[in-house]
Each structure stands twice: as structure tokens, then as C-alpha cells.
T-cell receptor, first 113, second 115 residues
Framework: AQSVAQPEDQVNVAEGNPLTVKCTYS??????LFWYVQYPNRGLQFLLK??????LVKGSYGFEAEFNKSQTSFHLKKPSALVSDSALYFC???????????FGAGTRLTVKP | SAVISQKPSRDICQRGTSLTIQCQVD?????MFWYRQQPGQSLTLIAT?????????ESGFVIDKFPISRPNLTFSTLTVSNMSPEDSSIYLC????????????FGPGTRLLVL
């Protein structure tokens, strides 16, 4: 069965600095990979996904993620963090051939002014 | 993306009662999912609901506790039955929007507190 690991419970960065939120996965076959963001008292918002094609995926709000097959990773990045990026971020994986999506434990990003 | 609404947005319930959560989508979708997010935890899939068939439940979840209806392609309900404080969670509806390459979109969630 597929699984996702987000090794950091918490990531703290200063506003204007680059940010990285890490994600590694395990799945049989080709993966579909996703990042979602959850703001306080809100549902999950879709940020970006990797299905196929270019390993570097660009998404909403200036976020991007790089699919690395050899390292089975899909780290979320942003060149310059904003205070408003502070939220809970979830990585998710599903196999290409079914709908069984698995979520990581989540990483709380705090961007300080 | 699909626009998803949930009712109620939050509720406080007494032990032993039941609550039905509604999920409405602005377009027809094949698959709808119900997730639970316990305080400080990640998302756990409860069940998958397809229109015209019985819901498929994940390990640890049973129909008697979480009955689901899917009467048409834009609507579903999840009932949390005979509630206990351990059922206090956020319950999220999600849809599989095939027109957007396998992306799942989520409703705003229903925050349930059981006393």
C-alpha cells in the first residue's frame, strides 16, 4: 500500500527567505503526487500536483514542487516566503490506477515577519 | 475546480445522538469521499461513495456507525451515529473531479464536538 512521510512537524522561516517542506512517498507503480494547504478553520485547498511530464511542477500562490523519482521525494518549495503562507501543509500520493489517496501527517509552516 | 459546500459548518452534540452532514457539489461528479481529521492529525478516509451503489468503507469504519447516502451525482450525506467524545473531529467531503486529472477537491469541513 502507498504511504507518505512528512519528516518535519514544524518548519519556521523568516519572511522573504526561501522555504522547503519535505515529502517522501512509497507507492507501487507510477505515483500521482499532490500538495494541499489548510488554513485555520478551513478545508484543504489544492496547491499543485505531479501526474507526468516535467519534474518541476508550478502551482498556486508561487509554490512549486520537484518530483525526484530516485529519491522518491516531492518537496514543496517557494523562493520567497510570505507571512500569509503560514498554514498546515499536506502531501498526498495515490497510485495511477486507483483512487486510494494517502495523506502525510502534515507540516505546520510558520513564516515570521 | 469544483465548488463544494458542507452543512453544518460546525456543531456541538450530546453523547448518544446522531448528526447528518450534507455535502453539495456544483457539478456532477462520479466519486465522492468522506474523510475524518481528528484534532492535530492528518486525514483518514472513511468511505468512498458512488452514485447508485453502496458506499465502500475503509478498515476501521462500518456502515452502522457512519451510514452514507449518495442519491445523485451532486449530493451526499454522512451520518455519525450514536456519537461519543471520540467522534469529535473535522469531517471533510471530497470529490474526484475527473476533468482535472485525478485531483481531489475538498469541502470546507464540518467541525463536530461531542460532549
Amino acid at each position: 500500500a502507498q504511504s507518505v512521510a512528512q519528516p518535519e512537524d514544524q518548519v519556521n522561516v523568516a519572511e522573504g527567505n526561501p522555504l522547503t517542506v519535505k515529502c517522501t512517498y512509497s507507492v507501487s507503480g507510477n505515483p500521482y503526487l499532490f500538495w494541499y494547504v489548510q488554513y485555520p478553520n478551513r478545508g484543504l485547498q489544492f496547491l499543485l500536483k505531479y501526474i507526468t511530464g516535467d519534474n518541476l511542477v508550478k502551482g498556486s500562490y508561487g509554490f512549486e514542487a520537484e518530483f525526484n523519482k530516485s529519491q522518491t521525494s516531492f518537496h514543496l518549495k517557494k523562493p520567497s516566503a510570505l507571512v500569509s503562507d503560514s498554514a498546515l501543509y499536506f502531501c498526498a500520493v495515490r497510485p495511477y490506477n486507483n483512487n486510494d489517496m494517502r495523506f502525510g501527517a502534515g507540516t505546520r509552516l510558520t513564516v515570521k515577519p | 475546480s469544483a465548488v463544494i459546500s458542507q452543512k453544518p459548518s460546525r456543531d456541538i452534540c450530546q453523547r448518544g445522538t446522531s448528526l447528518t452532514i450534507q455535502c453539495q457539489v456544483d457539478s456532477q461528479v462520479t466519486m465522492m469521499f468522506w474523510y475524518r481529521q481528528q484534532p492535530g492529525q492528518s486525514l483518514t478516509l472513511i468511505a468512498t461513495a458512488n452514485q447508485g451503489s453502496e458506499a465502500t468503507y475503509e478498515s476501521g469504519f462500518v456502515i452502522d456507525k457512519f451510514p452514507i447516502s449518495r442519491p445523485n451525482l451532486t449530493f451526499s450525506t454522512l451520518t455519525v451515529s450514536n456519537m461519543s467524545p471520540e467522534d469529535s473531529s473535522i469531517y471533510l467531503c471530497s470529490v474526484d473531479h475527473r476533468g482535472h486529472q485525478e485531483t481531489q477537491y475538498f469541502g470546507p469541513g464540518t467541525r463536530l464536538l461531542v460532549l
